[in-house]
């Protein structure tokens, strides 16, 4: 409703324009440039994402800046997108062979450090110079190392550039630096093995400040400077546990960084006392970290030596760090060695000698093994059995067959992992000449064994094993049955079934029946044997015959479940109507149809419509057919439940045509929930699908978001509809940050035509002060604070189609003009029942909605308004509210609108909200979408 008579400049006003051209200027363009690469991410790809990074950057470090200044202060909006860029934008610059990219990127970011910015958008910046930076970082960040809040984040960026010139500016900045900024400093001093720092730092080693003392000594660690050794041995074993931990560690990182440097006596010096001192609970770590330094610095004999003895030690991660060190390159393998240690072994250690010599493939090593295996015990006797079989191979089934026979669980697993090893050729015979003498425990491995072979020729052992009155091995037998059984097999097999004692046998037996009729290789005829049954039994029975057949298929097998829906007794008809809803093809699509249109009761119709939502989107039909039977189904669903099921099966149709029958849904409160899910799954790219793309399609998510349940699902929907609308050509009229493009309403067209150029922009002056006092961007919103005037856009627009999302609170009251002249109308519809979207000021044409389309006051609502010539039309919320009428001339009643004009968002004296302002122009001669 008009409350002020206030408008825009009208189009004729040429010299006005060349005065306030914000939207043709090179600063602008550069923005909508920006403003319309964010949309794009973050991308539904890494190669769509870098596309548009690499666009961003070819643009120039401009770009970069404006990107940067979009960021938002903690708490103010939602930069997400921002942020995303930005983070591959870095990515992109950062890779090899890319350095104009890098350095273009790299100097934009800089300019951004220059304004002056809140501490989290800056750390965040810093952090993308860490990630490209080179020397033209090294300068400006040093300038930070004196801000405490900022110190942090420059030495890691400095840190990460490698140079001599960041250390020779982090090792200046130290000698007036104070607490975290000198601790963080002296890291990075220690990080880049800053040499030249070494004095500074040992001053501060033998400091009273404690922070700095232990940051001293880290970086004297890192750097690995020879002077500094008497420093880090003095605290070695001089103070508490886990100070004296913390030292040990220093001093082995030191020696470490000396064998680095070309200095490994003094290394190995270093690490050779803590192979006898660290032996404590809790120090093994350290101790097995100085061998390995032991290992790498001294002389070969020392190290067999040391390696020898901790290959006896009880401490598990020690010896099995000598073992490790055995293994490789450093000292000359002696297999004998290694194999007379087994004799002598504690059983833990035996243990991981046994693993050392499989590790090597030592064949020499098969013998004393085998002796173990014949001889040993527990845990040894298992991992010999393992280490044989990997040595000897089948020839070692012997050794392993006590195993089997033993009687305890452990045994047996330990011997079929290791007769796994053996090919099925020769295992498989073995395997079945040992079942019958083996004890339960012993049977169920290798049970387990003829099942993961698929040992068909021992189906027979398998089934006399399904009778065993041992419960684990008959279990176990049931099991292997699937995977042993024959096509000649399926009478057996079902003569257990209709034996079965419990619901668990009962399914293992189904399992079986099926895997051997699908071994039939006639399709038609795998059924078969399970209907002859079928025919001959009566009672309880008959439903564990009817369930395999929806695994196995077949025009016999669905006439005899259709027989049994319409004649069974209600138990069988009920596991028929779940074995229909599961057939394996569409061949039971019209039975599906019939007893969804036929059933009575909701469970039948349920499962019915359930199989044709399963079947029907993946079937051979032409994309129309299978819409038009899943437009049946939909017709036949009763409750919104069923229909639900319907809505997802046509998403998963991934037919184009089926978005405007979900569509229908989005009005109603019980399906709009799930509508809204099957448009976004229908519109949204995934796995091998690409998405509907379109203005039909952007315009059906705006019109779903509101209905999705999840946040994490609304996000993207909302960022796919405006990437839609971008592709489709629409430019956003609102960056989501400030007010870039926009402009204060200064005065109404007829008072334009009596003012002086320096009247015009006297007022828009004033107008745009009392812009920025009342429109704010909050969390990415326009938002107006219900005081001073309409806001317009900085440009003229002729025809065009828009969108645009806007919320109003109780008792609100605004609109949008167009061309300068109001208004598309925008209310709480509570307090006007005929709804927002009309043309409020028609007098002569049609002036109220033809529906009320309103969303309640406090949720977003979406406008679609298209204008060609005087002729408008509005969508609202998806819902068509004004159809192609005439806008008059609220100014001049005796003149026709006005050929173009700014558009503007009417203020009135509540506070209203915007967001997502997409324009596209509409060239002349063309009507628009």
Same mark, same amino acid.
């Given at each position: 409703?008009?409350?002020?008579?206030?408008?825009?400049?009208?189009?004729?006003?040429?010299?006005?324009?060349?005065?306030?051209?914000?939207?043709?200027?090179?600063?602008?363009?550069?923005?909508?440039?920006?403003?319309?690469?964010?949309?794009?991410?973050?991308?539904?790809? +890494?190669?769509?994402?870098?596309?548009?990074?690499?666009?961003?950057?070819?643009?120039?470090?401009?770009?970069?800046?404006?990107?940067?200044?979009?960021?938002?202060?903690?708490?103010?909006?939602?930069?997400?997108?921002?942020?995303?860029?930005?983070?591959?934008?870095?990515?992109?610059?950062?890779?090899?062979?890319?350095?104009?990219?890098?350095?273009?990127?790299?100097?934009?970011?800089?300019?951004?450090?220059?304004?002056?910015?809140?501490?989290?958008?800056?750390?965040?910046?810093?952090?993308?110079?860490?990630?490209?930076?080179?020397?033209?970082?090294?300068?400006?960040?040093?300038?930070?190392?004196?801000?405490?809040?900022?110190?942090?984040?420059?030495?890691?960026?400095?840190?990460?550039?490698?140079?001599?010139?960041?250390?020779?500016?982090?090792?200046?900045?130290?000698?007036?630096?104070?607490?975290?900024?000198?601790?963080?400093?002296?890291?990075?001093?220690?990080?880049?093995?800053?040499?030249?720092?070494?004095?500074?730092?040992?001053?501060?080693?033998?400091?009273?400040?404690?922070?700095?003392?232990?940051?001293?000594?880290?970086?004297?660690?890192?750097?690995?400077?020879?002077?500094?050794?008497?420093?880090?041995?003095?605290?070695?074993?001089?103070?508490?546990?886990?100070?004296?931990?913390?030292?040990?560690?220093?001093?082995?990182?030191?020696?470490?960084?000396?064998?680095?440097?070309?200095?490994?006596?003094?290394?190995?010096?270093? +690490?050779?006392?803590?192979?006898?001192?660290?032996?404590?609970?809790?120090?093994?770590?350290?101790?097995?970290?100085?061998?390995?330094?032991?290992?790498?610095?001294?002389?070969?004999?020392?190290?067999?030596?040391?390696?020898?003895?901790?290959?006896?030690?009880?401490?598990?991660?020690?010896?099995?760090?000598?073992?490790?060190?055995?293994?490789?390159?450093?000292?000359?393998?002696?297999?004998?060695?290694?194999?007379?240690?087994?004799?002598?072994?504690?059983?833990?250690?035996?243990?991981?000698?046994?693993?050392?010599?499989?590790?090597?493939?030592?064949?020499?090593?098969?013998?004393?093994?085998?002796?173990?295996?014949?001889?040993?015990?527990?845990?040894?006797?298992?991992?010999?059995?393992?280490?044989?079989?990997?040595?000897?191979?089948?020839?070692?089934?012997?050794?392993?067959?006590?195993?089997?026979?033993?009687?305890?669980?452990?045994?047996?697993?330990?011997?079929?992992?290791?007769?796994?090893?053996?090919?099925?050729?020769?295992?498989?015979?073995?395997?079945?000449?040992?079942?019958?003498?083996?004890?339960?425990?012993?049977?169920?491995?290798?049970?387990?064994?003829?099942?993961?072979?698929?040992?068909?020729?021992?189906?027979?052992?398998?089934?006399?094993?399904?009778?065993?009155?041992?419960?684990?091995?008959?279990?176990?037998?049931?099991?292997?049955?699937?995977?042993?059984?024959?096509?000649?097999?399926?009478?057996?097999?079902?003569?257990?079934?209709?034996?079965?004692?419990?619901?668990?046998?009962?399914?293992?037996?189904?399992?079986?029946?099926?895997?051997?009729?699908?071994?039939?290789?006639?399709?038609?005829?795998?059924?078969?044997?399970?209907?002859?049954?079928?025919?001959?039994?009566?009672?309880?029975?008959?439903?564990?015959?009817?369930?395999?057949?929806?695994?196995?298929?077949?025009?016999?097998?669905?006439?005899?479940?259709?027989?049994?829906?319409?004649?069974?007794?209600?138990?069988?008809?009920?596991?028929?109507?779940?074995?229909?809803?599961?057939?394996?093809?569409?061949?039971?699509?019209?039975?599906?149809?019939?007893?969804?249109?036929?059933?009575?009761?909701?469970?039948?119709?349920?499962?019915?419509?359930?199989?044709?939502?399963?079947?029907?989107?993946?079937?051979?039909?032409?994309?129309?057919?299978?819409?038009?039977?899943?437009?049946?189904?939909?017709?036949?669903?009763?409750?919104?439940?069923?229909?639900?099921?319907?809505?997802?099966?046509?998403?998963?149709?991934?037919?184009?045509?089926?978005?405007?029958?979900?569509?229908?849904?989005?009005?109603?409160?019980?399906?709009?929930?799930?509508?809204?899910?099957?448009?976004?799954?229908?519109?949204?790219?995934?796995?091998?699908?690409?998405?509907?793309?379109?203005?039909?399609?952007?315009?059906?998510?705006?019109?779903?978001?509101?209905?999705?349940?999840?946040?994490?699902?609304?996000?993207?929907?909302?960022?796919?509809?405006?990437?839609?609308?971008?592709?489709?050509?629409?430019?956003?009229?609102?960056?989501?940050?400030?007010?870039?493009?926009?402009?204060?309403?200064?005065?109404?067209?007829?008072?334009?035509?009596?003012?002086?150029?320096?009247?015009?922009?006297?007022?828009?002056?004033?107008?745009?002060?009392?812009?920025?006092?009342?429109?704010?961007?909050?969390?990415?919103?326009?938002?107006?604070?219900?005081?001073?005037?309409?806001?317009?856009?900085?440009?003229?627009?002729?025809?065009?189609?828009?969108?645009?999302?806007?919320?109003?609170?109780?008792?609100?009251?605004?609109?949008?003009?167009?061309?300068?002249?109001?208004?598309?109308?925008?209310?709480?519809?509570?307090?006007?029942?005929?709804?927002?979207?009309?043309?409020?000021?028609?007098?002569?044409?049609?002036?109220?909605?033809?529906?009320?389309?309103?969303?309640?006051?406090?949720?977003?609502?979406?406008?679609?308004?298209?204008?060609?010539?005087?002729?408008?039309?509005?969508?609202?919320?998806?819902?068509?509210?004004?159809?192609?009428?005439?806008?008059?001339?609220?100014?001049?009643?005796?003149?026709?609108?006005?050929?173009?004009?700014?558009?503007?968002?009417?203020?009135?004296?509540?506070?209203?909200?915007?967001?997502?302002?997409?324009?596209?122009?509409?060239?002349?001669?063309?009507?628009?979408?």
């Amino acid at each position: 409703m008009r409350k002020r008579c206030r408008a825009p400049a009208a189009v004729f006003l040429i010299a006005f324009l060349s005065l306030t051209a914000a939207g043709r200027d090179p600063a602008g363009d550069l923005a909508g440039r920006v403003s319309a690469l964010l949309l794009r991410f973050p991308a539904d790809s +890494a190669a769509e994402r870098e596309a548009a990074a690499a666009e961003l950057i070819r643009i120039g470090p401009g770009a970069v800046a404006d990107l940067c200044g979009r960021l938002a202060a903690p708490g103010t909006a939602d930069d997400s997108l921002v942020r995303y860029a930005l983070d591959a934008l870095a990515v992109r610059a950062g890779r090899p062979g890319a350095e104009a990219e890098r350095k273009a990127a790299a100097d934009g970011i800089l300019a951004a450090l220059t304004i002056p910015r809140d501490q989290e958008n800056a750390v965040f910046l810093i952090s993308l110079l860490q990630k490209i930076g080179r020397l033209e970082i090294v300068k400006p960040l040093g300038g930070f190392l004196t801000r405490p809040d900022l110190a942090e984040p420059a030495v890691r960026a400095l840190t990460a550039t490698g140079l001599p010139e960041a250390a020779a500016a982090l090792a200046g900045a130290l000698a007036t630096a104070r607490d975290e900024t000198a601790v963080a400093i002296i890291r990075g001093l220690g990080d880049l093995r800053a040499r030249e720092a070494g004095p500074a730092l040992l001053r501060l080693a033998e400091g009273n400040d404690p922070d700095l003392r232990i940051a001293a000594l880290d970086a004297l660690a890192d750097i690995g400077d020879p002077a500094a050794r008497e420093a880090l041995e003095r605290v070695r074993v001089a103070a508490p546990r886990a100070e004296r931990s913390a030292a040990a560690s220093r001093l082995l990182r030191f020696g470490r960084r000396l064998a680095e440097e070309g200095r490994p006596d003094m290394a190995a010096d270093i +690490a050779r006392p803590f192979l006898s001192s660290y032996a404590s609970p809790g120090e093994e770590h350290l101790r097995a970290a100085a061998l390995t330094l032991f290992a790498d610095a001294a002389g070969e004999s020392e190290v067999r030596d040391a390696v020898r003895t901790a290959s006896r030690s009880p401490d598990a991660a020690y010896r099995r760090r000598a073992l490790d060190i055995a293994a490789g390159p450093r000292i000359p393998w002696s297999a004998g060695e290694w194999i007379g240690l087994l004799e002598r072994a504690e059983p833990d250690a035996a243990v991981d000698v046994i693993r050392l010599l499989a590790r090597k493939n030592e064949a020499s090593a098969l013998p004393a093994i085998r002796d173990i295996l014949r001889a040993g015990e527990g845990a040894v006797r298992r991992e010999a059995a393992l280490a044989a079989a990997r040595l000897g191979g089948a020839a070692v089934w012997d050794e392993i067959v006590p195993l089997f026979l033993s009687g305890d669980p452990a045994d047996a697993a330990a011997a079929k992992k290791a007769v796994l090893l053996f090919p099925s050729e020769s295992l498989v015979p073995a395997v079945a000449g040992l079942i019958f003498s083996a004890p339960p425990a012993g049977r169920v491995a290798l049970l387990e064994i003829l099942a993961d072979r698929s040992a068909v020729s021992t189906a027979g052992a398998v089934f006399c094993l399904s009778w065993n009155r041992d419960e684990r091995v008959r279990t176990a037998a049931l099991a292997a049955l699937e995977q042993t059984v024959t096509a000649e097999d399926l009478p057996a097999v079902v003569a257990l079934l209709l034996q079965a004692s419990t619901p668990s046998e009962t399914l293992l037996l189904q399992n079986a029946a099926v895997a051997a009729a699908r071994r039939i290789p006639d399709p038609e005829a795998r059924a078969g044997r399970i209907l002859e049954w079928l025919g001959r039994i009566v009672g309880p029975r008959r439903i564990d015959l009817l369930r395999p057949l929806s695994r196995i298929g077949g025009a016999a097998a669905l006439e005899a479940v259709r027989e049994e829906i319409r004649k069974g007794d209600p138990q069988a008809r009920a596991v028929a109507v779940f074995t229909l809803a599961a057939w394996p093809d569409e061949s039971a699509v019209p039975d599906l149809f019939r007893l969804a249109r036929s059933a009575s009761d909701k469970k039948t119709r349920y499962l019915a419509l359930q199989g044709l939502a399963r079947l029907i989107p993946g079937s051979s039909s032409a994309p129309d057919a299978r819409l038009a039977a899943l437009s049946e189904a939909l017709a036949a669903a009763v409750e919104a439940d069923e229909k639900a099921l319907i809505l997802d099966a046509i998403a998963a149709a991934r037919v184009p045509e089926g978005l405007g029958t979900i569509l229908r849904f989005l009005d109603d409160p019980d399906l709009r929930s799930r509508a809204a899910r099957a448009v976004f799954r229908l519109v949204m790219p995934a796995a091998g699908y690409g998405g509907l793309s379109g203005l039909a399609a952007a315009a059906a998510l705006k019109r779903a978001v509101p209905y999705i349940d999840y946040e994490f699902d609304r996000v993207p929907a909302e960022r796919r509809a405006l990437e839609l609308l971008v592709q489709e050509g629409f430019q956003p009229l609102f960056n989501g940050k400030d007010l870039t493009g926009w402009k204060g309403l200064a005065a109404d067209p007829p008072a334009w035509t009596k003012m002086t150029l320096e009247e015009i922009a006297r007022a828009q002056a004033e107008a745009d002060a009392s812009m920025r006092a009342h429109w704010r961007v909050v969390d990415g919103v326009l938002s107006f604070d219900g005081r001073g005037g309409n806001l317009c856009t900085a440009r003229d627009y002729g025809d065009f189609e828009m969108f645009v999302d806007w919320r109003i609170g109780p008792g609100g009251d605004s609109g949008l003009y167009l061309r300068g002249s109001p208004q598309v109308q925008i209310w709480d519809p509570d307090q006007r029942p005929e709804g927002s979207g009309g043309l409020y000021n028609n007098r002569i044409h049609p002036r109220s909605p033809a529906v009320r389309a309103d969303r309640p006051a406090g949720e977003w609502n979406t406008f679609f308004i298209r204008m060609t010539g005087e002729r408008v039309t509005v969508d609202l919320n998806g819902v068509r509210v004004v159809d192609d009428v005439v806008m008059e001339n609220y100014w001049e009643r005796d003149k026709p609108i006005y050929p173009a004009g700014q558009i503007e968002l009417q203020a009135h004296d509540t506070p209203l909200e915007f967001k997502n302002i997409l324009l596209r122009e509409i060239p002349a001669g063309r009507t628009g979408s």
